[in-house]
Protein backbone atom coordinates (compact mmCIF):
# COMPACT_ATOMS: atom_id res chain seq x y z
CA UNK A 1 0.00 0.00 0.00
CA UNK A 2 1.62 3.77 -0.99
CA UNK A 3 2.27 5.97 1.70
CA UNK A 4 -0.77 8.28 0.47
CA UNK A 5 -3.49 5.45 0.87
CA UNK A 6 -2.03 4.85 4.55
CA UNK A 7 -2.76 8.38 5.26
CA UNK A 8 -5.99 8.44 3.57
CA UNK A 9 -6.94 5.51 5.97
CA UNK A 10 -5.53 6.79 9.13
CA UNK A 11 -7.39 10.27 8.33
CA UNK A 12 -10.39 8.26 8.73
CA UNK A 13 -10.03 5.89 11.56
CA UNK A 14 -12.09 8.02 14.10
CA UNK A 15 -8.49 8.44 16.73
CA UNK A 16 -8.80 11.67 18.27
CA UNK A 17 -5.46 13.38 17.33
CA UNK A 18 -3.75 14.68 20.37
CA UNK A 19 -0.57 15.13 19.07
CA UNK A 20 1.01 17.60 16.59
CA UNK A 21 0.43 19.12 13.89
CA UNK A 22 -2.28 21.90 15.84
CA UNK A 23 -4.85 22.23 12.87
CA UNK A 24 -5.85 18.51 13.79
CA UNK A 25 -6.29 17.89 10.43
CA UNK A 26 -9.90 19.98 10.73
CA UNK A 27 -10.43 21.43 7.87
CA UNK A 28 -13.08 23.70 9.12
CA UNK A 29 -10.23 26.14 8.50
CA UNK A 30 -11.01 27.42 4.88
CA UNK A 31 -7.36 28.16 3.84
CA UNK A 32 -6.48 24.65 4.99
CA UNK A 33 -9.80 22.81 3.19
CA UNK A 34 -7.80 22.97 0.13
CA UNK A 35 -4.47 22.06 1.01
CA UNK A 36 -4.91 18.47 2.25
CA UNK A 37 -5.10 19.09 5.73
CA UNK A 38 -6.73 16.16 6.54
CA UNK A 39 -3.97 13.92 5.49
CA UNK A 40 -1.18 16.37 7.43
CA UNK A 41 -0.12 13.76 10.24
CA UNK A 42 2.77 13.90 12.24
CA UNK A 43 5.02 10.67 13.70
CA UNK A 44 1.86 8.68 15.50
CA UNK A 45 1.91 4.95 15.80
CA UNK A 46 2.07 3.12 12.96
CA UNK A 47 3.25 5.97 10.43
CA UNK A 48 7.09 5.27 10.90
CA UNK A 49 9.81 8.04 11.55
CA UNK A 50 12.10 9.49 8.68
CA UNK A 51 15.15 9.60 10.70
CA UNK A 52 14.66 6.18 12.42
CA UNK A 53 12.78 4.34 9.60
CA UNK A 54 12.14 0.53 10.30
CA UNK A 55 8.28 0.41 8.30
CA UNK A 56 6.45 1.95 6.12
CA UNK A 57 8.94 4.93 5.33
CA UNK A 58 12.21 2.47 5.39
CA UNK A 59 9.88 0.37 2.73
CA UNK A 60 9.32 3.09 0.51
CA UNK A 61 13.17 4.40 0.62
CA UNK A 62 13.98 0.79 -0.55
CA UNK A 63 11.78 0.67 -3.20
CA UNK A 64 13.20 4.05 -4.29
CA UNK A 65 16.71 2.49 -4.25
CA UNK A 66 15.45 -0.14 -6.30
CA UNK A 67 14.03 1.62 -9.02
CA UNK A 68 17.09 3.81 -9.25
CA UNK A 69 19.46 1.53 -9.20
CA UNK A 70 20.99 2.50 -5.77
CA UNK A 71 22.34 0.94 -2.57
CA UNK A 72 20.40 3.59 -0.38
CA UNK A 73 17.99 6.06 -0.62
CA UNK A 74 16.77 8.59 1.68
CA UNK A 75 13.95 11.19 1.23
CA UNK A 76 14.19 14.55 1.70
CA UNK A 77 11.64 17.47 2.26
CA UNK A 78 13.99 20.64 2.01
CA UNK A 79 14.59 20.08 -1.78
CA UNK A 80 18.00 19.05 -3.02
CA UNK A 81 19.18 21.91 -0.89
CA UNK A 82 19.13 19.52 1.97
CA UNK A 83 20.54 16.45 0.14
CA UNK A 84 23.70 18.77 -1.12
CA UNK A 85 24.55 19.99 2.37
CA UNK A 86 24.41 16.21 3.31
CA UNK A 87 26.25 14.94 1.07
CA UNK A 88 29.70 17.18 1.40
CA UNK A 89 29.26 17.09 5.21
CA UNK A 90 29.43 13.42 4.68
CA UNK A 91 32.37 13.59 2.46
CA UNK A 92 34.69 16.07 3.92
CA UNK A 93 35.84 13.64 7.07
CA UNK A 94 38.13 16.24 8.60
CA UNK A 95 39.73 17.23 5.13
CA UNK A 96 39.97 21.19 4.37
CA UNK A 97 40.23 21.14 0.13
CA UNK A 98 36.87 20.43 -2.47
CA UNK A 99 36.64 20.25 -6.22
CA UNK A 100 33.77 21.86 -7.16
CA UNK A 101 32.07 23.32 -11.02
CA UNK A 102 31.94 26.45 -10.67
CA UNK A 103 28.24 26.29 -12.57
CA UNK A 104 27.26 24.61 -8.75
CA UNK A 105 24.66 25.94 -7.09
CA UNK A 106 24.71 28.04 -4.13
CA UNK A 107 24.00 25.29 -1.85
CA UNK A 108 27.49 23.71 -2.33
CA UNK A 109 28.71 27.26 -1.89
CA UNK A 110 27.07 27.15 1.59
CA UNK A 111 28.40 24.02 2.35
CA UNK A 112 31.88 25.05 1.25
CA UNK A 113 31.36 28.09 3.63
CA UNK A 114 29.97 26.41 6.89
CA UNK A 115 32.73 23.42 6.36
CA UNK A 116 35.35 26.21 5.80
CA UNK A 117 36.31 24.43 2.88
CA UNK A 118 38.49 25.74 0.23
CA UNK A 119 37.53 25.42 -3.10
CA UNK A 120 39.06 24.76 -5.94
CA UNK A 121 36.96 25.47 -9.24
CA UNK A 122 35.99 23.03 -12.52
CA UNK A 123 34.86 26.08 -15.09
CA UNK A 124 33.13 24.53 -18.05
CA UNK A 125 33.10 25.97 -21.53
CA UNK A 126 30.52 28.54 -22.25
CA UNK A 127 28.58 28.40 -25.21
CA UNK A 128 27.81 31.38 -27.04
CA UNK A 129 24.51 31.66 -25.35
CA UNK A 130 25.79 32.63 -22.70
CA UNK A 131 25.24 29.01 -20.67
CA UNK A 132 27.56 26.80 -19.22
CA UNK A 133 29.06 23.78 -21.43
CA UNK A 134 29.79 20.18 -19.20
CA UNK A 135 32.39 18.92 -17.63
CA UNK A 136 34.92 16.64 -19.33
CA UNK A 137 36.81 13.87 -18.25
CA UNK A 138 40.12 15.75 -19.17
CA UNK A 139 38.77 19.08 -16.98
CA UNK A 140 38.65 16.34 -14.02
CA UNK A 141 41.87 14.38 -14.77
CA UNK A 142 43.98 18.01 -15.02
CA UNK A 143 42.18 19.47 -11.82
CA UNK A 144 42.65 16.18 -9.62
CA UNK A 145 46.43 16.16 -10.57
CA UNK A 146 46.56 19.87 -9.09
CA UNK A 147 44.90 19.26 -6.01
CA UNK A 148 44.89 15.57 -5.16
CA UNK A 149 44.00 15.99 -1.48
CA UNK A 150 40.43 17.20 -2.17
CA UNK A 151 37.61 15.21 0.12
CA UNK A 152 35.25 15.13 -2.94
CA UNK A 153 34.64 16.27 -6.25
CA UNK A 154 31.30 18.24 -6.58
CA UNK A 155 29.65 18.97 -10.60
CA UNK A 156 26.29 19.50 -11.34
CA UNK A 157 24.78 17.09 -14.80
CA UNK A 158 22.55 17.77 -15.74
CA UNK A 159 23.15 21.78 -15.53
CA UNK A 160 20.00 24.10 -15.34
CA UNK A 161 20.27 24.53 -19.01
CA UNK A 162 20.12 20.22 -19.50
CA UNK A 163 24.26 20.29 -20.94
CA UNK A 164 25.01 16.43 -19.01
CA UNK A 165 28.52 15.57 -18.47
CA UNK A 166 30.22 12.19 -18.51
CA UNK A 167 29.97 10.71 -15.56
CA UNK A 168 30.96 7.18 -16.17
CA UNK A 169 34.51 8.57 -16.96
CA UNK A 170 34.24 11.05 -14.43
CA UNK A 171 33.84 8.65 -11.61
CA UNK A 172 36.32 6.62 -12.83
CA UNK A 173 39.23 9.35 -12.47
CA UNK A 174 37.89 10.05 -8.98
CA UNK A 175 38.01 6.53 -8.14
CA UNK A 176 41.42 5.95 -9.31
CA UNK A 177 42.42 8.50 -6.94
CA UNK A 178 40.35 7.65 -3.79
CA UNK A 179 37.91 10.78 -4.21
CA UNK A 180 34.21 9.94 -3.61
CA UNK A 181 32.10 11.32 -6.77
CA UNK A 182 29.06 13.89 -5.68
CA UNK A 183 27.00 14.80 -8.44
CA UNK A 184 24.13 17.10 -8.27
CA UNK A 185 21.36 16.22 -10.50
CA UNK A 186 18.38 18.06 -8.97
CA UNK A 187 16.83 18.74 -12.69
CA UNK A 188 17.49 15.09 -13.79
CA UNK A 189 15.34 12.87 -11.76
CA UNK A 190 14.00 11.92 -15.46
CA UNK A 191 16.87 10.62 -16.43
CA UNK A 192 16.94 6.82 -17.70
CA UNK A 193 13.63 6.81 -17.88
CA UNK A 194 12.55 9.68 -20.35
CA UNK A 195 15.58 9.19 -22.80
CA UNK A 196 16.78 5.57 -21.98
CA UNK A 197 20.30 6.26 -23.62
CA UNK A 198 20.99 9.05 -21.12
CA UNK A 199 21.56 7.17 -18.18
CA UNK A 200 21.26 8.68 -13.97
CA UNK A 201 24.17 9.23 -12.44
CA UNK A 202 23.24 6.48 -10.43
CA UNK A 203 23.66 4.11 -12.93
CA UNK A 204 26.88 6.14 -14.16
CA UNK A 205 29.00 5.23 -10.96
CA UNK A 206 28.25 8.50 -9.01
CA UNK A 207 29.03 7.90 -5.20
CA UNK A 208 26.41 10.34 -4.20
CA UNK A 209 23.52 11.67 -7.01
CA UNK A 210 21.15 14.35 -5.29
CA UNK A 211 17.79 14.83 -7.52
CA UNK A 212 14.64 17.48 -7.04
CA UNK A 213 11.75 15.19 -8.16
CA UNK A 214 9.62 18.40 -8.03
CA UNK A 215 11.74 19.88 -11.12
CA UNK A 216 10.30 17.78 -13.62
CA UNK A 217 8.31 14.99 -12.35
CA UNK A 218 4.74 14.94 -10.48
CA UNK A 219 5.48 15.82 -7.36
CA UNK A 220 5.20 18.65 -4.65
CA UNK A 221 8.04 21.45 -4.21
CA UNK A 222 10.45 20.68 -2.36
CA UNK A 223 10.23 17.28 -2.65
CA UNK A 224 13.62 15.64 -3.42
CA UNK A 225 16.02 12.25 -2.26
CA UNK A 226 19.30 11.32 -2.61
CA UNK A 227 21.03 8.22 -3.71
CA UNK A 228 24.01 6.66 -2.54
CA UNK A 229 25.99 3.95 -4.07
CA UNK A 230 29.69 3.97 -2.91
CA UNK A 231 32.42 2.61 -0.88
CA UNK A 232 33.36 5.66 -0.11
CA UNK A 233 30.38 7.41 1.69
CA UNK A 234 28.48 4.80 3.89
CA UNK A 235 24.61 5.00 3.49
CA UNK A 236 24.65 5.25 7.70
CA UNK A 237 26.93 8.56 7.68
CA UNK A 238 25.08 10.21 4.97
CA UNK A 239 21.69 8.99 6.58
CA UNK A 240 23.27 10.71 9.74
CA UNK A 241 23.95 14.10 7.98
CA UNK A 242 20.71 14.18 6.35
CA UNK A 243 19.00 13.98 9.74
CA UNK A 244 21.43 17.00 10.21
CA UNK A 245 20.47 18.75 7.75
CA UNK A 246 16.78 17.88 7.41
CA UNK A 247 13.50 19.09 9.77
CA UNK A 248 13.00 16.59 12.26
CA UNK A 249 9.48 17.47 11.84
CA UNK A 250 8.74 16.13 7.77
CA UNK A 251 5.89 16.52 5.87
CA UNK A 252 4.16 13.53 5.41
CA UNK A 253 2.27 15.29 2.61
CA UNK A 254 5.69 15.89 0.68
CA UNK A 255 6.56 12.46 2.07
CA UNK A 256 3.54 10.60 0.57
CA UNK A 257 3.87 12.75 -2.60
CA UNK A 258 7.91 11.69 -2.86
CA UNK A 259 6.15 7.80 -2.56
CA UNK A 260 3.81 8.30 -5.52
CA UNK A 261 6.18 9.55 -7.70
CA UNK A 262 8.88 6.78 -7.33
CA UNK A 263 5.67 4.47 -7.94
CA UNK A 264 4.64 6.50 -11.54
CA UNK A 265 8.67 5.78 -12.75
CA UNK A 266 6.79 2.90 -13.79
CA UNK A 267 4.37 4.32 -15.84
CA UNK A 268 5.96 3.92 -18.90
CA UNK A 269 2.85 5.57 -20.85
CA UNK A 270 3.62 8.70 -18.74
CA UNK A 271 7.29 9.20 -20.23
CA UNK A 272 6.10 7.72 -23.98
CA UNK A 273 3.56 11.22 -23.78
CA UNK A 274 6.25 13.34 -22.60
CA UNK A 275 8.86 12.28 -25.09
CA UNK A 276 5.94 12.93 -27.82
CA UNK A 277 5.30 16.71 -26.12
CA UNK A 278 8.53 17.45 -26.78
CA UNK A 279 9.52 15.94 -30.15
CA UNK A 280 6.21 17.87 -31.45
CA UNK A 281 7.58 20.70 -29.95
CA UNK A 282 11.22 21.03 -31.26
CA UNK A 283 9.68 20.16 -34.65
CA UNK A 284 7.86 23.02 -35.01
CA UNK A 285 10.33 25.11 -34.31
CA UNK A 286 12.65 23.34 -37.07
CA UNK A 287 9.77 24.94 -39.03
CA UNK A 288 9.74 28.53 -37.54
CA UNK A 289 11.22 31.23 -39.28
CA UNK A 290 12.97 33.09 -36.19
CA UNK A 291 12.23 31.27 -33.42
CA UNK A 292 14.79 28.28 -32.47
CA UNK A 293 15.37 26.00 -29.62
CA UNK A 294 18.87 25.25 -29.59
CA UNK A 295 20.90 21.67 -28.89
CA UNK A 296 24.55 22.57 -27.54
CA UNK A 297 27.21 21.00 -29.71
CA UNK A 298 29.93 19.36 -28.68
CA UNK A 299 29.04 18.49 -25.53
CA UNK A 300 28.77 14.97 -24.32
CA UNK A 301 24.78 14.47 -24.40
CA UNK A 302 21.98 17.00 -23.84
CA UNK A 303 18.63 15.96 -22.02
CA UNK A 304 16.22 17.48 -25.19
CA UNK A 305 13.43 17.75 -22.22
CA UNK A 306 14.89 21.57 -21.68
CA UNK A 307 14.04 23.78 -24.21
CA UNK A 308 16.59 26.79 -25.05
CA UNK A 309 14.61 29.29 -26.88
CA UNK A 310 15.89 31.86 -29.28
CA UNK A 311 14.19 34.32 -31.17
CA UNK A 312 16.17 36.67 -34.01
CA UNK A 313 16.63 40.20 -33.01
CA UNK A 314 15.02 39.67 -29.53
CA UNK A 315 16.87 39.47 -25.72
CA UNK A 316 16.06 37.06 -23.61
CA UNK A 317 14.09 39.58 -21.78
CA UNK A 318 12.25 40.40 -24.80
CA UNK A 319 11.01 37.52 -25.64
CA UNK A 320 10.43 36.57 -22.23
CA UNK A 321 7.59 39.57 -22.61
CA UNK A 322 6.07 38.14 -25.80
CA UNK A 323 5.33 34.73 -24.88
CA UNK A 324 4.06 36.06 -21.40
CA UNK A 325 2.03 38.76 -22.47
CA UNK A 326 1.18 38.08 -25.90
CA UNK A 327 0.84 34.00 -25.49
CA UNK A 328 0.33 33.64 -21.86
CA UNK A 329 3.46 31.04 -21.06
CA UNK A 330 5.60 31.40 -18.40
CA UNK A 331 9.11 30.81 -18.96
CA UNK A 332 11.35 29.07 -16.12
CA UNK A 333 14.45 31.31 -16.30
CA UNK A 334 15.56 34.55 -18.26
CA UNK A 335 19.04 34.72 -19.68
CA UNK A 336 20.18 37.46 -21.40
CA UNK A 337 20.22 35.95 -24.93
CA UNK A 338 17.42 33.14 -24.27
CA UNK A 339 14.71 31.94 -22.68
CA UNK A 340 14.89 28.61 -20.93
CA UNK A 341 11.03 27.26 -21.08
CA UNK A 342 11.19 23.56 -19.02
CA UNK A 343 8.98 20.84 -20.14
CA UNK A 344 7.47 17.93 -17.74
CA UNK A 345 5.53 14.94 -16.75
CA UNK A 346 2.80 17.20 -16.28
CA UNK A 347 2.76 18.98 -19.16
CA UNK A 348 -0.80 19.01 -21.14
CA UNK A 349 -1.48 18.80 -24.92
CA UNK A 350 -3.58 22.44 -24.27
CA UNK A 351 -0.11 24.05 -22.86
CA UNK A 352 2.28 21.93 -25.43
CA UNK A 353 -0.49 23.52 -28.61
CA UNK A 354 -0.11 26.62 -26.94
CA UNK A 355 3.54 26.66 -27.21
CA UNK A 356 3.85 25.66 -30.74
CA UNK A 357 1.38 27.96 -31.70
CA UNK A 358 3.95 30.82 -29.91
CA UNK A 359 6.48 30.08 -31.53
CA UNK A 360 5.16 30.30 -35.06
CA UNK A 361 3.74 33.38 -34.05
CA UNK A 362 6.14 35.16 -32.39
CA UNK A 363 6.74 38.49 -34.57
CA UNK A 364 9.75 39.22 -36.61
CA UNK A 365 12.25 41.90 -35.76
CA UNK A 366 14.52 43.63 -36.85
CA UNK A 367 17.79 44.56 -34.47
CA UNK A 368 21.31 43.67 -33.69
CA UNK A 369 22.75 40.62 -33.42
CA UNK A 370 22.93 38.73 -30.11
CA UNK A 371 25.91 39.77 -28.06
CA UNK A 372 28.30 36.84 -27.66
CA UNK A 373 28.99 36.77 -23.79
CA UNK A 374 32.69 36.88 -22.55
CA UNK A 375 34.15 33.90 -21.12
CA UNK A 376 33.64 33.45 -17.54
CA UNK A 377 36.90 33.43 -15.70
CA UNK A 378 36.53 33.24 -11.89
CA UNK A 379 37.62 35.94 -9.57
CA UNK A 380 40.74 35.76 -7.74
CA UNK A 381 40.53 34.04 -4.13
CA UNK A 382 42.12 36.19 -1.19
CA UNK A 383 40.24 34.20 1.47
CA UNK A 384 38.24 31.13 2.47
CA UNK A 385 34.24 32.30 1.99
CA UNK A 386 34.57 30.84 5.37
CA UNK A 387 36.90 33.53 6.64
CA UNK A 388 34.81 36.29 4.39
CA UNK A 389 31.90 35.53 5.80
CA UNK A 390 32.86 36.18 9.27
CA UNK A 391 34.95 38.93 8.80
CA UNK A 392 34.11 42.03 10.03
CA UNK A 393 31.99 43.83 6.66
CA UNK A 394 31.04 46.97 5.42
CA UNK A 395 28.62 47.84 2.91
CA UNK A 396 29.80 50.15 -0.27
CA UNK A 397 28.28 50.92 -3.45
CA UNK A 398 28.66 48.25 -5.89
CA UNK A 399 30.08 50.47 -8.48
CA UNK A 400 32.73 51.80 -6.43
CA UNK A 401 33.25 48.08 -5.34
CA UNK A 402 36.50 46.92 -7.20
CA UNK A 403 39.39 46.23 -5.68
CA UNK A 404 37.57 45.06 -2.87
CA UNK A 405 37.62 41.76 -1.11
CA UNK A 406 34.31 40.18 -1.80
CA UNK A 407 32.15 39.16 1.82
CA UNK A 408 28.24 38.77 -0.48
CA UNK A 409 27.46 36.34 -2.89
CA UNK A 410 25.90 37.37 -5.53
CA UNK A 411 24.00 35.60 -8.64
CA UNK A 412 21.17 35.62 -11.25
CA UNK A 413 17.97 33.72 -9.62
CA UNK A 414 17.34 31.31 -11.43
CA UNK A 415 19.76 29.33 -12.02
CA UNK A 416 21.08 30.42 -8.71
CA UNK A 417 24.62 30.07 -9.74
CA UNK A 418 27.25 32.51 -8.19
CA UNK A 419 29.04 35.08 -10.42
CA UNK A 420 30.73 36.13 -7.06
CA UNK A 421 31.47 34.70 -3.80
CA UNK A 422 33.01 35.50 -0.24
CA UNK A 423 36.51 36.01 -0.46
CA UNK A 424 36.87 37.14 -4.27
CA UNK A 425 38.08 40.26 -5.46
CA UNK A 426 35.82 42.47 -7.19
CA UNK A 427 36.99 43.39 -10.62
CA UNK A 428 36.55 46.37 -12.35
CA UNK A 429 34.90 44.28 -14.84
CA UNK A 430 32.87 42.27 -12.89
CA UNK A 431 31.60 45.21 -11.63
CA UNK A 432 30.71 46.46 -15.51
CA UNK A 433 29.54 42.76 -15.89
CA UNK A 434 26.74 42.19 -12.88
CA UNK A 435 25.65 46.76 -13.48
CA UNK A 436 24.84 45.33 -17.16
CA UNK A 437 23.10 42.65 -16.07
CA UNK A 438 20.38 44.21 -13.31
CA UNK A 439 20.37 47.01 -16.04
CA UNK A 440 19.08 44.52 -18.73
CA UNK A 441 16.16 43.84 -15.72
CA UNK A 442 17.75 39.78 -15.03
CA UNK A 443 17.00 39.20 -11.62
CA UNK A 444 20.25 39.73 -9.55
CA UNK A 445 20.33 38.42 -5.61
CA UNK A 446 22.87 38.75 -3.21
CA UNK A 447 23.38 37.09 0.27
CA UNK A 448 21.32 39.56 1.79
CA UNK A 449 17.95 39.65 -0.83
CA UNK A 450 17.18 41.28 -3.89
CA UNK A 451 20.17 43.26 -5.53
CA UNK A 452 19.93 46.90 -4.50
CA UNK A 453 23.36 48.28 -5.81
CA UNK A 454 25.50 47.72 -3.18
CA UNK A 455 27.53 45.12 -1.55
CA UNK A 456 28.88 43.85 1.33
CA UNK A 457 32.51 43.49 1.64
CA UNK A 458 35.50 42.49 4.21
CA UNK A 459 36.32 45.84 5.91
CA UNK A 460 39.44 47.30 5.52
Same mark, same amino acid.
Given at each position: ????????????????????????????????????????????????????????????????????? /???????????????????????????????????????????????????? %???? @????????????????????????????????????? @????????????????????????????????????????????????????? !???????????????? %???????????????????????????????????????? %??????????????????????? !??????????????????????????????????????????????????????????????? /???? @?????????????????????? !??????????????????????????????????????????????? @??????????????? !???????????????
Amino acid at each position: MRLFEILKKYSKDGRHPYHMPGHKRNTDFDYLRDLSAEIDFTEIDGLDNLHAPDGILLEAQRYAAEIYG /ADSSFFLVNGSTGGILSAIYSAAKGKKDILIARNCHKSVYNAVSLLNLRPFY %LVPR @VSEEGFFLDITQDDIKSAIEKNPSVCAVVITSPSFDG @VISDISAIAEICHNNNIPLIVDAAHGAHLGFLDSDIKSPVECGADVTIMSLHK !TLPSLTQTAIVHVKSS %LISAEDLQAAVAVFETSSPSYIFMASIDGCVHEMQNKKMF %LAWRERIKKIRQTAEKAENVHIL !TPNGVFAYDESKLIVTADGYSGEELSGILRKRFNIEPEMVAENYVLLMTGAGDSDEMTDALCD /AIVS @VPQKNGQKQRIPEVFECPQAAM !TPSDAAISEKEKVSFADAAGRISADTIMCYPPGIPLLVPGEFISHEL @VEKITDLAEQGLNIL !TSRGSYDGTISVVKK
